[in-house]
């Protein structure tokens, strides 16, 4: 599909969600000479400014508010990730047969030749993301990495000179409305429950996730989790070259234990003391960023090109709120995985501790049971501060297990009991496996504090 036959230039269309995504993409269809009417139901300092910046381009806005019936006159709906497909004016628009697409749908339209490696999964897609731009940027190639990661890719597809690769980073919700994605290499790092606030069953879950699949055909490349049953139960009927990772056994990229080394397509690349990342998880990460760099291009195969994504792999260092080493104080380790809102990333994070932990759980409960924490806190946990609104199931889930301290809502409280329970020798983790919004207005907001109160005292 080319970018004329979106819609008719005559007609509108409509863009719900003023943040960043929503901006981006009301930008480049009003570039396009589309005519835009862009609306968010949030009235704040930033939706204002938007708001502002938006109307000098000549989109018609409205904030506080959406006007449905000129919703009704649009010929097609563009929706942000962060919008529920519940919401009021998509629920609408369905109704009444209006077509909703991603944000990254429209984008797609008019990227004009970047090759794109795109990743999906439960846990460790944002990480295998920037690793992948970081090995293509290792290798002297153009990369940027785009999508649930943070940059919209509509902010890529306005740029006049655009990047040779882009590493597209997609959500389950981004995924529900973006039926044109053929990706030149796609990789699935894992599949576990979530987002049981936003989704009926996990069942409507692992759907959206499916859709990844829509287009795939006798020459797609696909790097997948071997070690997932989840995994290999959706990929198993996909068509095109599956390139499997794994850190149990061997595959096409997988961790030889013996020789404490990451192999891919029969060599070894690296040995796992160079790579600078905390936990094992972050070895599938690696292994899974490796394979499709390397499949998505025979030249990257080369002797010459494997030096070069190894000593990228050197380089790497951990997203902020990812298993991220705040410090050491008073021979305490901080480690920062604000990031994981979801039971299985927190089961993930304590599983790769390697010292006594004193973990933080809490916020705001996304619908899941705690006790598969169970066998991960009770090898690696010495105590669990539960907090926030979440605090009264965690405390009834793990307490069997694990000593648990039950908190309320003060954050800095939460770090002095933390304080005062570590010895030098262990770690306090912040892993909350809960949502950041009953205390913070995202888990970024969520990791500063966090990171701000451990140097605080130090």
């Not at 002297?140 to 597209?168: C, Y």
Request: charge should be neutral; aromatic fraction near 6%; hydrophobic fraction near 40%.
């Amino acid at each position: 599909m080319t970018p004329r036959e979106l819609v008719p230039r005559e007609s509108e269309i409509a863009v719900i969600g003023l943040a960043r995504s929503g901006r981006a993409v009301a930008t480049l269809l009003r570039k396009h000479g589309y005519h835009v009417y862009a609306s968010d139901l949030a009235s704040s300092p930033d939706t204002g400014r938007c708001a502002e910046e938006l109307r000098s381009q000549g989109v018609s806005v409205d904030v506080g508010r959406h006007d449905l019936d000129r919703l009704a006159r649009a010929s097609l709906v563009v929706t942000s990730p962060g919008v529920p497909p519940s919401a009021r004016p998509l629920a609408f628009s369905r109704e009444n047969g209006i077509r909703v697409a991603s944000e990254v749908e429209v984008a797609l339209h008019f990227l004009e030749g970047p090759r794109v490696i795109a990743v999906t999964g439960t846990n460790g897609k944002t990480t295998t993301t920037a690793l992948i731009a970081h090995l293509l940027r290792g290798l002297d190639l153009e990369a940027v990495e785009a999508g649930n990661i943070g940059t919209p890719l509509s902010e890529i597809a306005i740029r006049e000179h655009q990047p040779k690769w882009i590493s597209l980073e997609m959500s389950s919700f981004q995924l529900h409305d973006t039926p044109s994605l053929r990706p030149d290499v796609g990789v699935l790092t894992n599949l576990s429950p979530d987002h049981l606030d936003r989704y009926a069953t996990v069942e409507e879950y692992y759907a959206d996730k499916a859709r990844f699949f829509v287009n795939a055909n006798g020459d797609s490349l696909w790097v997948v989790n071997g070690d997932d049953g989840a995994v290999k139960l959706m990929v198993r009927d996909v068509a095109g070259h599956k390139y499997p990772f794994s850190l149990t056994g061997e595959a096409p990229g997988y961790f030889d234990s013996a020789r404490n080394e990451l192999v891919v397509l029969g060599a070894p690349l690296l040995q796992r003391n160079d790579l600078p990342l905390l936990g094992p998880h972050n070895v599938a990460n690696a292994l899974a960023a490796s394979l499709a760099v390397m499949v998505a291009d025979r030249s990257h195969q080369t002797q010459k090109a494997r030096k070069g994504i190894a000593a990228a792999l050197r380089t790497f260092r951990s997203l902020p709120h990812r298993l991220e080493l705040v410090g050491e104080f008073d021979g305490v380790q901080w480690i920062n995985d604000s990031k994981a809102t979801n039971v299985s990333s927190a089961a993930v994070a304590i599983d790769g501790m390697e010292r006594p932990t004193v973990l933080l759980l809490g916020g705001r409960h996304k619908g899941e049971a705690y006790t598969p924490l169970v066998d991960a806190v009770r090898k690696k946990v010495k105590r669990v501060i539960a907090y926030g609104e979440a605090a009264a199931i965690i405390a009834t889930d793990l307490r069997p297990v694990v000593d648990v301290v039950r908190l309320g809502s003060d954050f800095d409280e939460v770090i002095r009991t933390a304080r005062a329970t570590a010895r030098a020798g262990e770690a306090i983790l912040l892993s909350p496996a809960c949502s950041s919004y009953d205390m913070f207005s995202n888990y970024e907001e969520r990791g500063e504090r966090f990171r701000a109160l451990a140097a605080k005292e130090a």
